[in-house]
């Protein structure tokens, strides 16, 4: 159903995946931001089935071609994203949106009308929150699974989209005194935001090409209500 695309605004080269609805000509866009393994075909899947239900998705590809098939790599690949390289997946996410946004993805009837929802796993469930901080006025939608909250500083003071953050009950890189803190944090500053944890799963249980921790009864119900979290919020 999709694509790999490849371009460059104001300076910036960005890659990734690009699925499209049938039918549609203009819409919402979901930005689909890759796990530490990187822009692997499970996430390719995730933009695909997003484009099932009516959205344009776009998976961008912040390692820029690098994946990893092991936890070793890919924490290397996910520690030099956040201790090096965020300014550039800065630039390439802002490049995004313009580059969409000049191409009528995401339109709906007049200029201000443009809707974006970002969603990511793991390193992406934490750039989508450091990314809804960073650039509030031109996200409308966030949903997080399970984001890291101590690997960069994510000022939850900027955030102004409605949030639907989801996680794990027994996430081993996530303590759920991390999530209280989130929650307080969305408390203090009246974030819109809802969290559903999953007991009893780990980390990553929506990744169905990981067997070893794939939940399918949470996975499918997260799903729709992802899917209507995005419905109400960008359409």
């Known amino acids: 159903m999709g694509k790999m695309i490849s371009f460059k605004k104001d300076g910036v080269e960005v890659s990734g995946y690009f699925a499209e609805p049938e039918a549609i000509t203009k819409g919402p866009l979901v930005i689909v931001i890759h796990e530490w393994w990187g822009l692997v075909p499970h996430i390719k899947d995730v933009c695909d089935r997003y484009a099932r239900e009516g959205f ?17 790599d890919a924490g290397k690949l996910m520690q030099d994203l956040f201790q090096n390289r965020l300014p550039e997946a ?7 949106l313009d580059y ?10 007049r200029v201000q009308d443009y809707r974006f929802g970002v969603t990511g796993f793991c390193c992406g469930g934490t750039c989508t929150w450091y990314f809804g901080a960073k650039f509030p006025q ?7 699974y399970y984001g890291l909250y101590s690997i960069v500083p994510i000022d ?10 989801v996680h794990a009950g027994k996430d081993a890189f996530i303590p759920l005194s991390d999530v209280v803190k989130a929650i307080e944090e969305c408390n203090k500053h009246s974030i819109n935001a809802q969290f559903i944890i999953y007991a009893g799963v780990d980390h990553a249980f929506f990744n169905d090409a990981r067997p070893e921790v794939y939940h399918e009864e949470y996975a499918k119900d997260v799903w729709i209500k992802t899917v209507a979290f995005f419905k109400q919020h960008l359409e």
Do not use: C, Q, R, W
């Open 100 to 109: 969409f946004k000049e191409n009528d993805i995401g339109f709906v009837g």
């Open 90 to 96: 800065e630039a390439m996410f802002k490049a995004s």
């Open 138 to 144: 031109d996200v409308h939608a966030l949903a997080p």
């Open 156 to 165: 939850f003071s900027k955030i102004k989209a409605p949030v639907f953050a």
């Open 56 to 72: 344009f998705a776009f998976g961008i590809d912040l390692y820029k071609g690098k994946t990893a098939n092991n936890p070793e």
